[in-house]
């Protein structure tokens, strides 16, 4: 008889993907997700695209007297140029990056809207530069020079390094807020 009761429960495993299922992201989600992802790879790739034609006859353009410059820039490594010469384990870090990204996305059960912006905007900024990373043998174009002390300066970035640091701002931001409550 026992057996019997067993048998007309759902097992652990079915119950485990009904809740994976229920905890996907409803299409608001969606909304904020997608959108940002292309418009921010598509603004990283312009603007690193746009710069660098416009500087290749200029070279260095000043933008704010001796704070910001726009410069031609190349890193072959990660932030502040961690991990430099090794573009192949760079990338493959980056694809680690994107599964875990969309895995967390999909299956994570946020409902709160500031981690889909801070998720859409953290792929945007490893697409853009893992893009860079493949179609320029490895090296990653950064154009952004700030000084940060007279004679210092912060290591060049780019759009999807912003991208990226704004992400994680926000991921820190959303620790601290109280988790929506679902209906």
Same mark, same amino acid.
């Given at each position: 008889?026992?057996?019997?009761?067993?048998?007309?429960?759902?097992?652990?495993?079915?119950?485990?993907?009904?809740?994976?299922?229920?905890?996907?992201?409803?299409?608001?989600?969606?909304?904020?997700?997608?959108?940002?992802?292309?418009?921010?790879?598509?603004?990283?790739? #312009?603007?690193?695209?746009?710069?660098?034609?416009?500087?290749?006859?200029?070279?260095?353009?000043?933008?704010?007297?001796?704070?910001?410059?726009?410069?031609?820039?190349?890193?072959?490594?990660?932030?502040?140029?961690?991990?430099?010469?090794?573009?192949? #384990?760079?990338?493959?870090?980056?694809?680690?990056?994107?599964?875990?990204?969309?895995?967390?996305?999909?299956?994570?059960?946020?409902?709160?809207?500031?981690?889909?912006?801070?998720?859409?905007?953290?792929?945007?900024?490893?697409?853009?530069?893992?893009?860079?990373?493949?179609?320029?043998?490895?090296?990653?174009?950064?154009?952004?020079?700030?000084?940060?002390?007279?004679?210092?300066?912060?290591?060049?970035?780019?759009?999807?390094?912003?991208?990226?640091?704004?992400?994680?701002?926000?991921?820190?931001?959303?620790?601290?807020?109280?988790?929506?409550?679902?209906?």
């Amino acid at each position: 008889m026992k057996r019997e009761e067993n048998s007309t429960r759902p097992s652990s495993g079915r119950v485990f993907l009904k809740r994976r299922l229920l905890a996907l992201p409803d299409l608001s989600a969606h909304l904020v997700f997608w959108p940002l992802v292309v418009i921010g790879i598509t603004l990283d790739l #312009w603007s690193k695209r746009a710069v660098f034609d416009w500087l290749e006859h200029r070279g260095n353009v000043s933008i704010i007297d001796g704070f910001l410059r726009l410069v031609m820039a190349v890193n072959n490594g990660a932030a502040f140029g961690l991990f430099a010469g090794h573009p192949y #384990w760079l990338i493959a870090v980056s694809v680690v990056a994107l599964i875990v990204i969309f895995a967390v996305f999909l299956f994570g059960g946020a409902k709160q809207r500031l981690v889909h912006v801070a998720l859409g905007l953290f792929t945007a900024g490893v697409c853009g530069n893992l893009y860079d990373r493949i179609s320029n043998d490895g090296l990653v174009r950064d154009f952004i020079d700030v000084t940060i002390w007279p004679g210092r300066h912060w290591p060049a970035f780019n759009v999807a390094d912003s991208m990226l640091c704004i992400a994680v701002g926000l991921g820190v931001i959303s620790c601290f807020q109280a988790p929506e409550r679902s209906l």
